[in-house]
Every structure is written in C-alpha cells, then in structure tokens.
C-alpha cells in the first residue's frame, strides 16, 4: 500500500508501485522528461487522473503531476456532501488550467508547488477557493472569473504577476501575508465583501481601478513596490485600514466613491500624506480637497441627526457650513485650485459690468451720455480692484449695492489669490 499520509493523517489506500513506496500520484517523476520512465509514469498519472474525475473522486491531495488541465471542464458538485477538488501539497511541475470551466465543489490548493502558471481566466468556481501557502513559479492568472464564495491566497508565494482583472468575487478576499513578485492587478474587479492585503508584499504595482469592494479594505503593514491605485473605485465598506502602509510610488483614490464620508476623510488623508512625502503636490492637493468635503459632509450629517434643543445648534452649524463652502470650496477649493479664483474674478468682472451697462447703472462726471458696455467694463474693473477713481459712479439703489458686493469681492479675492499661489508655488 502506499505510504503518503493525508493532512488527517488517513493513510492512502491506493497500491504502492512494484519496488516503490507510493502509488501512481504520489509517487515523484523523473526529472529527465525525455526519458522513457518519465513518459511512462507520466502517461499513468494522466490515465489515474481521469479515472478518479470520472468516479466522482476529486481529491489529489499530495499528487505529484506534471501539469494539471481542467480546462472547459464541467464539475458538479457542492458542499453537502463535504467533496472538494482537493490539490493541497500536490507538486505540479508546469501550470494548472481551468480556463472556462465550471466547478460546482470548492477548490483547493493549499500549501502546493506549482511549477508555472495557475490559469483560471473565465472559470466558474462556485465553491470556496483556497490558494494559502501555495507557492507559483509563474502568473496566476483569474482574469473575468467568477469565484461564488471566499477567495483565500493567505501567505501565497507568486513568482510573477496576479491577473484578478475583471474577476467577481462574491466573498471574502484574503491575501494576508501574501508575496507577488510583480503586479497584483484588480481592474474593474468585484470584491464583494472584505479585501485583506494585511502584511502582504507585492514587487510593483497594486491597480484596482473602477473595481469595487463590499466590505473592509486592509492594507496595514503591505509592501508596495509600486503604485497603490483606487482611481475611479467604489469602496462600500466601513473602514479602510492604511497603518503602516509601505509604497515606492504613490496612493491614489482620484475618482473613487466612497459610502461613508468618515472613510473617504481617512483614506484621503492617508493618501495626502504619502504624496506630500514624494513631493507629489498636485496629487497631494487633490486628496486634500476630497478630505475637506468628506469632514464638511460628515459636519452636515451630524447637525442634522441633532434633536431637541441640538437642533438650535445644529442650524448655527448648517449656516456655518454654507459659509465654507462658499467661501473656501467655491472660491479655491480649500486653497487648493489656483485657476478657479481667476475664473471667478473674470465672471463676476464680466457679469457685473454686463449688469451696468444693460440697466444703464453708471453715470459719467463728466459726460451725460449712456456708458458704453466698455466704460462699463473699466467701471467693474476699477470697483473689484478697490482703485475707485471717481470718473464714474453708480446710480442710487440696486446700483450702489453691487457696487458695494463687488468692491468687498474684490478685497477678498485679492487676499484669496494671494493665499493660494503661495500655497501652491512658494511651500
């Protein structure tokens, strides 16, 4: 009988080759692949394979193949009856494929070898997926799968990249502890519940453009060695965890939408800090702004959950928002958008001095005639700027109070411009 003990220590009960002390699967191949005893055993393994698949009997636990190719293959099964497509601690010299296919058990290859690539592009797991403590010479490579359950890669060793792009995950995701040589790439990926990149390392960049992730995002303690990408991303959960996070290139979340303004506070606060770090200011103004607007929503949100005499307060601090938000986001946003107190300038310039010159508004000291639109202008012009000659002045009423609006305008968007550019190019 063979000798190989599984992890519940139930002895194979497959028979031993002749002068050897493993069966057919676990027993190790030649490592001369030309030679006529590795096609041999190779050409039996494949012939025990088969025949386990067709028995409705999954579990290769501890098989020692060449390559394993599930590809299009079609796999019912399910939880009840406790069955899995079993390949902990097997050694796979080349790649596993299951591109396409469909497998109704869960799926696991914990602790194993695998020699090049693991290929599951377009496969249908709807069982539990478990990869931790497999190590991956090449790519894994999930690429618009859909995976129904958890999705567990903790301490995971891949070589080179990890293609998640595309691929549902209706679960959890763990990649605690995990190591990936090159990119870990989640575009446009759908993680339905947690995702936990606690401790992980991965050699370049981590993408996760316009994916979106249900619950938890955990990259406390993870090594990037690239950049860390949340662009265009919907992140649904409560919290996000960024302690300790140790990247080469840069955070962003440009255009990610978060569910709770307390989560896009931190996650944008994080990643100001990294930016400003890399010198990165343009990137850093931008997180700096989401933050602002996320503590202004979160100012709004709880004025207005006040009750009884809070709600006496809770309007004062509605009437203050409104305020900062004309103020410091409309004008400049928080100081931090150089173009928008010019563009503002030139409109109220442009439409105060069209009001002027459409209601007849100013009069000349010395002429009688109508003011051009021209002589409009220069009077706008002259009023924003506070320089006041005195050759032309508005008429009583509605006149004098824009003139008095503008002339204040201008006396805060001189110090506006003056705030923000030095912010901008003198820090």
Same mark, same amino acid.
């Given at each position: ?128 997926? =478990? !990869? %931790?403590? #497999?190590?991956?010479?090449? &790519?894994?490579? /999930?690429? @618009?799968?859909?995976?129904? +359950? *958890? $999705? ?32 870990? =790439? !989640? %575009?446009? #990926?759908?993680?339905?519940? &947690?995702?936990? /990149?606690? @401790?992980?390392?991965?050699? +370049? *960049? $981590? ?51 978060? +569910? ?168």
């Amino acid at each position: 009988m063979c000798t190989y003990r599984f992890r519940n220590t139930v002895r194979c009960e497959e028979p031993a080759l002749p002068r050897g002390e493993f069966c057919i699967l676990h027993s190790p191949l030649p490592d001369n692949e030309e030679s006529e005893e590795f096609k041999r055993l190779n050409a039996l393994k494949e012939n025990k394979v088969n025949e386990k698949v067709r028995n409705g009997d999954f579990n290769f636990e501890g098989a020692q193949l060449l390559e394993v190719n599930f590809a299009r293959t079609k796999i019912e099964g399910g939880e009840p009856d406790h069955s899995y497509l079993n390949f902990a601690d097997a050694v796979i010299r080349k790649s596993v494929t299951f591109e396409g296919a469909e497998i109704g058990l869960p799926v696991s290859f914990e602790d194993a070898q695998i020699g090049e690539h693991a290929v599951f592009a377009e496969a249908n797991l709807r069982g539990h997926v =478990w !990869f %931790e403590g #497999a190590k991956l010479e090449g &790519d894994a490579n /999930f690429r @618009s799968a859909v995976l129904e +359950k *958890d $999705a567990r890669f903790n301490e995971v060793k891949i070589a080179g990249n990890a293609w998640f792009e595309g691929t549902k995950i209706v679960g959890e995701a763990y990649f605690e502890k995990a190591e990936i040589g090159g990119k870990a =790439w !989640f %575009e446009r #990926a759908e993680i339905g519940e &947690d995702a936990v /990149f606690e @401790s992980c390392d991965i050699g +370049k *960049d $981590a993408w996760f453009a316009n994916a979106t992730i249900g619950g938890e995002l955990w990259l406390d303690k993870a090594r990037i060695g690239g950049d860390a990408g949340f662009e265009g991303a919907r992140l649904n959960g409560a919290l996000i965890r960024l302690y300790d996070l140790k990247l080469k290139g840069k955070l962003s979340f440009k255009n990610a939408t978060f +569910k709770l303004p307390r989560v896009q506070e931190e996650a944008c606060r994080a990643a100001k800090r990294i930016c400003e770090a890399m010198d990165n200011r343009e990137d850093a103004d931008y997180h700096f702004y989401r933050e602002m607007t996320a503590r202004r929503t979160l100012r709004v949100q709880n004025a207005l959950q006040k009750k009884g005499f809070g709600k006496i307060t809770a309007i004062f601090e509605l009437i203050s928002v409104l305020i900062e938000w004309l103020l410091a986001d409309l004008t400049c946003k928080y100081g931090s958008d150089w173009k928008r107190p010019i563009y503002l300038w030139v409109a109220v310039i442009l439409g105060c001095a069209a009001l002027y010159w459409a209601g007849g508004g100013i009069k000349s000291a010395y002429t009688s005639g109508v003011p051009s639109f021209a002589e409009s202008l220069y009077y706008s012009i002259v009023t924003i700027t506070t320089l006041g000659y005195g050759d032309y002045y508005p008429k009583p009423g509605f006149f004098q109070y824009l003139a008095q609006f503008e002339a204040l305008f201008g006396v805060f968007m001189w110090a506006m411009l003056i705030a923000v550019f030095a912010r901008k190019y003198m820090r």
